[in-house]
């Protein structure tokens, strides 16, 4: 039977979190790709829940963080559990401290718990009336002609050959391929890539419970060492469900354990409270392992994704997460190539450094984090309860997802002197943020909410007091210098905002200040209605009912100096430059290595 073929610029293979943020992406951009998945509709129980703040922040910067944020499970404390060894009886267990479940200055967003199933159908909610997902359709092959260029933009090197739930074959044409298949991967597999690692002899059971018991901590995210094992508690949204991550005896078989197995040993860390289950809604019980792909990309037509290029045991919750943000890392770069003006070369080579530099450190976090939920690692080298839990608290800001520090790359520069230009913001890191009031209306607000992910780039100036003669002087002198820069990457008849956005904070009294003082360059005509847009002006000044966010001290900026710092789609930082006379020719330079300048 001859096959049906059918040419699109992404295919994306798998619709877990890698493939639908890129997807939500690819849908900003207006770029034609399609989804392909073999399940027979959209993910309805997902096994992965837990949701890191670096998460919640990129979905509030697509606009769907109020829906998570309002439905999840908000986790704020930790608790800690031990052998209750002075108490006399080692077998029962006891509290031993509590713990802020993230330090404050990590994130303005919390750590929530949600299923996978629910976060996924929030992101296909952002894919338009008919989401171009095709379902019951089974990936059997890829493969990638050898001689294309990296440039050629009108090809389609790569074929994609597939089989419906009905038996008809399919084969697609498609200028990148995205391998967001999972752990069995057949794409990472028809490329002939391996999973270079290793497993233990460590296994843990997992289960979904909805729990009967006088255990005071059930509601809290709590870890419990006790004499016959550990335990880790996730409280579920909604107020009943509770996911256990179970440590089972040494020599246990992965394949061998059953539900009963699960119940009673629980029951035995629990002790001297007492354990019922009125119901499961999901177990399983699996070896821990660590491994990633020896390769993360075939001739930058083909890039691996997720769980298809790293695999880790799930207690630091970090699978989904980071799964969600490889996503989010190919997506914007293939956007930004397929509508223009980004240049393939730098672009996608820079998914591979960061991301393979990602899932590198992960797994030499999830390695040692691991042994530190392993009984027989800790007693063998004299890890006590005090320093598990003061480990587990510190590895907080990893767990996070704001640990995360790209390497130089084309769309990442790194300069000698950054941190006198800004003393608290890293270059390659995610671009924090701080409370500022919006000139226009006396808005208080996080300035990364003037920031949305619709993917643009963002010239974040720091202007200082531009009360001041000598502050606004050089203000004028940068916004010229920086519409200059603007212009060369904008195709004629588009927004002045479309490729490269720009935003202004000052600092002072703001009512010092008059609308007709600011340059144009930061109130650009734009939109759909041609109006000239003033969201993009704010103050670093007293709120009328929030406070004062000092944000220039926050980000360690001399007002008396300034500074710009160029974010990416992404929000993370690109760059931070001094408000001197080089400005316009070192920004230029920047945004020429990896956009084509169309005009």
Not at 252 to 275: C, G, W
């Amino acid at each position: 039977m001859s096959s049906e073929q059918e040419n699109v610029d992404v295919l994306i293979c798998g619709s877990g979190s890698a493939g639908l943020c890129a997807a939500v992406w690819l849908a900003r951009f207006g770029i034609n790709y399609k989804i392909l998945e073999r399940r027979d509709g959209p993910l309805k129980i997902g096994q992965a829940d837990g949701v890191q703040t670096r998460t919640v922040e990129i979905f509030d910067s697509f606009g769907m963080g109020k829906d998570m944020l309002r439905e999840a499970y908000h986790v704020l404390e930790l608790a800690f559990w031990a052998q209750n060894i002075e108490g006399g009886n080692k077998d029962n267990i006891k509290r031993t401290r509590y713990a802020p479940d993230k330090e404050t200055e990590i994130s303005h967003q919390p750590h929530v718990i949600l299923n996978q199933a629910r976060l996924n159908e929030l992101m296909i909610g952002q894919l338009g009336s008919q989401p171009p997902i095709q379902y019951s359709t089974e990936v059997k092959s890829v493969q990638v002609h050898e001689s294309a260029d990296i440039t050629d933009l009108s090809s389609y090197p790569v074929r994609v050959d597939a089989v419906t739930a009905d038996g008809v074959p399919k084969t697609y044409r498609a200028k990148y391929v995205l391998g967001c298949d999972g752990a069995h991967s057949v794409i990472r597999k028809s490329l002939g890539f391996k999973m270079v690692g290793d497993s233990t002899d460590a296994v843990w059971g997992v289960m979904d419970i909805y729990p009967r018991t006088n255990f005071p901590d059930i509601r809290k995210k709590a870890a419990i060492n006790s004499s016959v094992g550990n335990l880790l508690i996730i409280p579920r949204e909604g107020d009943a469900m509770v996911r256990f991550y179970i440590e089972l005896p040494a020599g246990t078989k992965a394949s061998s354990v059953t539900l009963e197995d699960l119940q009673n040993h629980a029951r035995l860390i629990f002790r001297p409270y007492e354990m019922d289950f009125a119901d499961t809604f999901w177990w399983s019980a699996y070896a821990i392992g660590q491994r990633r792909a020896d390769y993360f990309h075939k001739n930058h037509r083909v890039f691996l994704t997720g769980d298809a290029c790293h695999t880790h045991s799930p207690k630091a919750g970090q699978g989904m997460n980071v799964s969600l943000q490889d996503g989010h890392n190919i997506g914007w770069k293939l956007g930004m190539i397929l509508k223009g003006p980004g240049k393939p070369k730098p672009l996608l080579e820079s998914y591979v450094i960061e991301r393979e530099k990602t899932a590198t450190e992960l797994i030499e976090f999830d390695r040692g984090f691991t042994k530190l939920f392993n009984s027989k690692y800790r007693e063998e080298h004299g890890i006590s309860q005090e320093q598990f839990a003061e480990k587990f608290v510190q590895a907080g800001r990893y767990t996070a997802g704001q640990a995360i520090q790209y390497d130089v790359s084309g769309v990442v520069e790194v300069g000698e002197r950054d941190k006198e230009v800004v003393g608290n913001v890293t270059v390659g890191m995610r671009f924090p943020t701080a409370q500022v009031v919006r000139f226009c209306d006396a808005k208080a607000m996080q300035l990364v909410k003037g920031l949305p992910a619709d993917g643009q780039w963002y010239l974040v100036v720091f202007a200082g007091d531009v009360s001041q003669e000598e502050s606004k002087a050089r203000l004028e002198k940068v916004s010229q210098a920086l519409d200059n820069v603007v212009k060369r990457f904008t195709a004629a008849g588009a927004n002045p905002d479309s490729v490269i956005d720009r935003v202004l904070v000052i600092s002072g009294d703001r009512k010092k200040v008059e609308q007709d003082q600011i340059p144009e360059f930061f109130t650009p005509v734009t939109g759909k209605w041609q109006q000239k847009c003033l969201f993009k002006v704010y103050a670093d000044d007293e709120s009328y009912n929030s406070g004062h966010g000092h944000a220039y001290e926050a980000y360690g900026i001399d007002p008396a100096k300034g500074a710009l710092v160029i974010v990416r789609p992404d929000h993370y930082v690109a760059k931070v430059s001094a408000l001197d006379d080089n400005l316009e020719q070192s920004t230029q330079k920047f945004f020429e290595g990896f956009l084509s300048p169309t005009a």
